[in-house]
T-cell receptor, first 115, second 114 residues
Framework: DTAVSQTPKYLVTQMGNDKSIKCEQN?????MYWYKQDSKKFLKIMFS???????INETVPNRFSPKSPDKAHLNLHINSLELGDSAVYFC??????????????FGNGTRLTVT | GQQLNQSPQSMFIQEGEDVSMNCTSS?????WLWYKQDPGEGPVLLIA?????ELTSNGRLTAQFGITRKDSFLNISASIPSDVGIYFC??????????????FGQGTTLQVKP
């Protein structure tokens, strides 16, 4: 019954590999997000999608490609992983459009470690 | 870009004490949110504030939306060990609110000594 669920919880991989993180929400929200939390716990937005359409794309390297097959899912694919990509990645969702100022509901994160 | 300055960065208090933390910005925000993050989990919403001057409580937690719309504070009364965690303020800035970009403060790490 988890509202925003993302998999896997932990991901350990080597530099240069390609990996994906999946996210699903069952709240009926229209907008989904990916946030990155660095080692200092700072949360920074990467992308947002509203009803499968890209709304926000912060200066994220092209190696990161979000994909939204439907409004309940937002996956994140990362190509050619680098050491600096190590972080915790959080998926989130919110009600209404990106302009609604609604609170975000977060998943429990995916801890990515690149060795 | 917009920034939120959250303080203090960390607090170590005795169980039963009251706690206060705040968030300030040089820009105007039209929504303030307070989240708590436990280890290994995602941030969970504690309180949402939508109007300048608004004062809202959630159990032992109280938060206020500053009159100037550039600040907010969170108080926790009679702290207990399970209050341990990282507290984040977050806000939607104005006039860029139509971007839907929620900005986060740097977080306040709270430790409670039983």
């Amino acid at each position: 019954d988890t509202a925003v669920s993302q998999t896997p919880k932990y991901l350990v991989t080597q530099m240069g590999n390609d990996k994906s993180i999946k996210c699903e929400q069952n709240l009926g929200h229209d907008t989904m997000y990916w946030y990155k939390q660095d080692s200092k716990k700072f949360l920074k937005i990467m992308f947002s999608y509203n009803n499968k359409e890209l709304i926000i794309n912060e200066t994220v390297p092209n190696r990161f490609s979000p994909k939204s097959p439907d409004k309940a899912h937002l996956n994140l694919h990362i190509n050619s992983l680098e050491l600096g990509d190590s972080a915790v990645y959080f998926c989130a969702s919110s009600h209404g459009s990106g302009a609604s100022n609604s609170p975000l509901h977060f998943g429990n994160g995916t801890r990515l470690t690149v060795t | 870009g917009q920034q939120l300055n959250q303080s203090p960065q960390s607090m170590f208090i005795q169980e039963g004490e009251d706690v206060s933390m705040n968030c300030t910005s040089s820009s105007i925000f039209n929504t303030w949110l307070w989240y708590k993050q436990d280890p290994g989990e995602g941030p969970v919403l504690l309180i949402a504030l939508y109007k300048a001057g608004e004062l809202t409580s959630n159990g032992r937690l109280t938060a206020q939306f500053g009159i100037t719309r550039k600040d907010s504070f969170l108080n926790i009364s009679a702290s207990i060990p399970s209050d341990v965690g990282i507290y984040f303020c977050a806000g939607y800035p104005t006039p860029s609110s139509n971007t839907g970009k929620l900005i986060f403060g740097q977080g306040t790490t709270l430790q409670v000594k039983p």
